[in-house]
């Protein structure tokens, strides 16, 4: 059973910058896409970033030029690297690796980020 292990959450001002990491705990296969999602209370799950196994990227218009997402395919792992962040950027961070043709959906266990002053 494949795991995921988000990390880099945390609280931080108003423009300041987070880096958030997930990595699984075994070999995954034939992946598609890794995401980055989040939910802030009372919100519905967002998708906040994506990047395919081409290497494409889609990003959320709410993020787009503050947010960066990477991955390390010998490693799968992926990354968010956070920037210019803002109070409502706080939600908890998931992580999510998707396999060709939805054969698998993997989940992280959730990262509390927290923008405030």
């Known amino acids: 059973q494949v795991q995921l292990m988000e990390s880099g959450g945390g609280l931080v001002q108003p423009g300041g910058s987070l880096r958030l990491s997930c990595a699984a705990s075994?070999?995954?296969?034939?992946?598609?896409?890794m995401k980055w999602f989040r939910q802030a209370p009372g919100n519905q799950r967002e998708l906040v970033a994506r990047i395919t196994n081409s290497g494409g990227t889609y990003y959320a218009d709410s993020v787009k030029g503050r947010f960066t997402i990477s991955r390390d395919n010998t490693n799968n792992t992926v990354n968010l690297r956070m920037n210019s962040l803002k109070p409502r950027d706080t939600a908890v961070y998931y992580c999510?690796?998707?396999?060709?043709?939805?054969?698998?959906?993997?989940w992280g266990q959730g990262t509390q980020v927290t923008v405030s002053s």
């Open positions: 999510n690796i998707r396999g060709i043709s939805g054969k698998y959906d993997y």
């Open positions: 075994g070999p995954i296969f034939d992946i598609y896409a």
